[in-house]
């Protein structure tokens, strides 16, 4: 991200300080919690920070309230219900980790909406310099990487991690950030998809429904309203 980005050091301002902070707080619960609770429940609670989005984006944005939005949201996450279904168990302190990222997770979301551009870009790649220097006392000692380790993390962090964000960052610009958390939304239903593909595995069909659900509330949500209409508010 450095090398393509080349961000400057920005203004510390606030919004620029809660992104950069809730960007790192947001990898690192997410982490935490697969790790404390089952995959299913980590991704679903984490998503759950759509909704904070929906109701904060007027406070913090000055977006509007759209029914349309709500609904989406709903439908969205009765979809992710029903596509985790039989995946879902007592997480305990996972849960509530993974809860807490669903709140990191909505707060970057509003909070690169806020600084976009220049000030977005240097948080999500700052970001990951802050996340780096948390993290490095709790791996120092375990750093070992065999030649598989290594290239599956240099592809994780080019392609699904900054590649990923530079699209996001580039799409936030243009559609509201209740809209942008909603289309992240197609993000795990995806998952099956890819392990379909790579490993052979067919999806349960309560999944493929949730699946189904999920994408049509993302597309219906993304058609009903012309793009125009989402641009940017002014700072």
Known sequence: MLLVFRPRIPRL??????ALVSYAACLTTFVVATKWTTAANAI????SGVVWVLLLSPVVLAEPFRARDAAAVAVALGGMTLFFTKQFSHGGRGDIVA??????????????????????????TYGNVLTAAMLLPFVRD??????RSAVLLIFLGVFQLAGAYAL???????????KAAIIGMAEPVANPLWVFLLVGERPAL?????????????A??????????AVAPPD
């Open 13 to 18: 301002t606030p919004a620029f300080l809660v």
């Open 44 to 47: 679903f609670l984490q998503y």
């Open 99 to 124: 809860l807490l990222s669903g709140v990191f997770f909505a707060g970057l979301v509003l909070f690169l909406r806020k600084e976009r551009d220049a000030g977005a870009v240097a948080a999500v």
């Open 142 to 147: 375990d750093l070992a990487l065999s030649g």
């Open 168 to 178: 996001f960052l580039r799409g936030l610009k243009h559609v509201t950030a209740t």
């Open 206 to 218: 309560l999944s493929l429904l949730g699946g189904a659900i999920v994408l049509g509330a993302i």
């Open 220 to 229: 219906w949500r993304t058609l009903s309203t012309p793009t125009r209409l």
